[in-house]
């Protein structure tokens, strides 16, 4: 059941903010919202572009700072490559690979997993949620941890996941591995306005 602050957010944001928000359940009692309350007023540029970023924000979970530092990285890089790059920034932590192979329902359980140390990169077990992943990175499930409840029946539960053409996990195993960089065909995101707000 989603808490009420993230319902409120997923209605300020849109439902792509968290996983629990997509639901036909959120979208009717949503609805129902929106139809007994007062219009909202049209959003300025700049009020747009302060939605898109807190969207990106409460999406990835990360803060201010680190939102900052991932423009600021990514800006060094000109033209349309600075939006490829701040999409692969964000997508290459370690919290949202481990999210994108479908061993955490959202985000913030990915980075719990991660925090309490269930995953080996490349053979050195990683605590750190922002840890950047690269092509090639093997991540394993710590032998430690393959028998916690949370990896139960993994096979069982992959069987219908789809993870992104850029990264594979193989459940029998598991193991993942990075395949490429990362393919944004996320729709729910204005990349371009984010970095727009923060070229002020």
């Not at 964000?90 to 991660?114: F, H, K, T």
């Amino acid at each position: 059941m989603i808490s009420k602050p993230k319902f409120k957010i997923c209605r300020r944001l849109g439902p792509g903010v968290y996983d629990k928000c997509q639901t036909t359940k959120f979208s009717t009692s949503s609805g129902k919202f929106s139809a007994s309350s007062k219009r909202p007023k049209a959003l300025t540029e700049y009020g747009a572009q302060l939605v898109e970023k807190q969207k990106i924000r409460f999406s990835y979970g990360i803060s201010e700072r680190q939102l900052s530092n991932y423009v600021k990285k990514a800006s060094q890089v000109k033209g349309e490559g600075t939006a490829i790059k701040f999409y692969e920034d964000l997508e290459s932590r370690l919290d949202n690979v481990v999210y994108r192979m479908g061993l955490a329902p959202s985000r913030r359980g990915s980075r719990q997993m991660v925090s309490h140390g269930h995953f080996v990169v490349n053979g050195k077990r990683v605590t750190i949620p922002s840890y950047e992943i690269r092509i090639g990175d093997v991540i394993l499930v710590r032998e430690g941890s393959k028998t916690k409840k949370i990896f139960e029946n993994l096979v069982e539960k992959l069987k219908d996941y789809s993870a992104p053409s850029w990264v594979s996990f193989d459940a029998t195993k598991m193991e993942g591995k990075i395949l490429s960089k990362p393919k944004n065909t996320e729709t729910f995101l204005d990349l371009k306005a984010v970095l727009e707000f923060y070229s002020r």
